[in-house]
């Protein structure tokens, strides 16, 4: 299920010189459908947003942390959010710059922040949802051991019409 040719990626926290790049990221209203806003970000606010920017999942119930290429360049961004330590299980969400799409990024993430849940954050469960449409995004939470469980019905909205979403699941084994 993980392909053994992953890139070497690192996860960080964000740090002052991502503001272009979030600004890039949280503007595409390509991306807004699948996201909780529908507006644009000023760059003061995302600024604010870095400077205050807490890495307390804990505190916050949500981390996010930027993609690092081998080369030492940012290629995307990857969230756990919705953090429940209760019932220990996250969201987890991911965007990966057009540029850098298709090349293992996305699930060398994925595998990385499923290490941090499992060994660290000690998690049930990751989900993810995704919209029905988005085929790649289905293609990459399977090939990363994720599995569909449900179908939301008009779970997303587009501005115009509502679309199905599909909840993956992804469940940490017990140790016997």
Known sequence: MINLQLPQIKLRPIEPEDLDYLYKIENDKRLWDVGETNMPYSRYALHEYVASCPTDIYTDKQLRLMIISPEGETVGIIDLMNFNPRHQRAEIGIV?????????????????????????????????????????????????????????????????????????????????
């Open 96 to 176: 990966v710059d057009k540029l850098h799409r298709r090349c293992g990024y996305a699930q060398a993430a994925i595998e990385e922040m499923k290490n941090y849940s499992k060994e660290v954050i000690h998690l049930h469960q990751l989900y993810a949802i995704v919209s029905k449409d988005n085929v790649y995004s289905i293609e990459l939470f399977q090939q990363s051991g994720f599995k569909a469980t449900a179908t939301l019905r008009d779970w997303l909205f587009n501005g115009s019409d509502f679309h199905d979403a599909i909840l993956f699941q992804y469940f940490f084994l017990k140790k016997t």
